[in-house]
């Protein structure tokens, strides 16, 4: 299977704050990458993705950063909020039937 | 609601047991994949049917096998239950390759 890993499994930010959270991916071949939420009992919802033809891109208070050369992908929340306190995943396409590969994910804290 | 209906939400067995987790994927899409999560994991990717047909397999074990049906929904069949198939499992769905996943809020079972 693919590689796709983070470098922080926890994450504690101040409220207002802006949140970053990194993820690292293996293959060289992937062109496709989504940010998923996932909230305590939930199922992964879709934040953001992006595309390898781009190096940026920007959603309502996050931001998506993908760093082809070094295979780093990044997720920035600004001024984080109580309700952005769940767990992050990044997942990766390789457009080998459209699976995805997701990372063990971030737990992000928000304090209040 | 994502438009993506999984049942039952929680499912509680003995080992040795068979289950049946079913999915209805998100009106219009063909598409359904099943990934398992276990505790303080990631989400392994399962299986991918494509409009009926099975279209990529993960690390699936022999024990556990999927079929989508002509209406397009999926049944995930977990026989011969172990204690380690605790977990929660998803199913999601997509509009096809190039396109993000929907998930469903998922089937939590727990083997005993």
């Known amino acids: 299977g693919e590689s796709v890993g983070l470098h922080l499994p926890t994450l504690s930010v101040q409220e207002g704050d802006n949140s970053i959270i990194n993820c690292a991916y293996s293959n060289s071949a992937s062109d496709y990458f989504i940010w998923y939420k996932q909230e305590s009992g939930k199922g992964p919802q879709f934040i953001i993705d992006?595309?390898?033809?781009?190096d940026k891109r920007q959603g309502q208070r996050v931001t998506v950063l993908l760093n082809k050369t070094v295979k780093h992908l990044s997720l920035q929340i600004a001024a984080t909020q109580p309700g952005d306190s769940a767990v992050y995943f990044c997942a990766e396409n390789t457009r080998t039937g459209n699976q995805f590969y997701f990372g063990t994910g971030t737990s992000l804290t928000v304090i209040p | 609601d994502s438009g993506v209906t999984q049942t039952p939400k929680h499912l509680i067995t003995a080992t040795g047991q068979r289950v049946t987790l079913r999915c209805s994927p998100r009106?219009?899409?063909?598409?359904v994949y099943w990934y398992q999560q276990s505790l303080d994991q990631g989400l392994q990717f399962l299986i991918h049917?494509?409009?009926?047909?099975?279209?990529a397999k993960g690390n699936i074990l022999e024990r556990f096998s999927a079929q989508q049906f002509p209406d397009l929904h999926s049944e995930l069949n977990l026989s011969s239950l172990e204690l380690g198939d605790s977990a929660l499992y998803f199913c999601?769905?997509?509009?096809?390759?190039?396109?993000?996943?929907?998930f469903g809020s998922g089937t939590r079972l727990t083997v005993v």
């Open positions: 009106s219009g899409d063909l598409s």
């Open positions: 992006i595309r390898s033809n781009m």
């Open positions: 049917y494509y409009n009926g047909e099975e279209r």
């Open positions: 999601a769905s997509s509009a096809g390759d190039g396109y993000g996943y929907t």
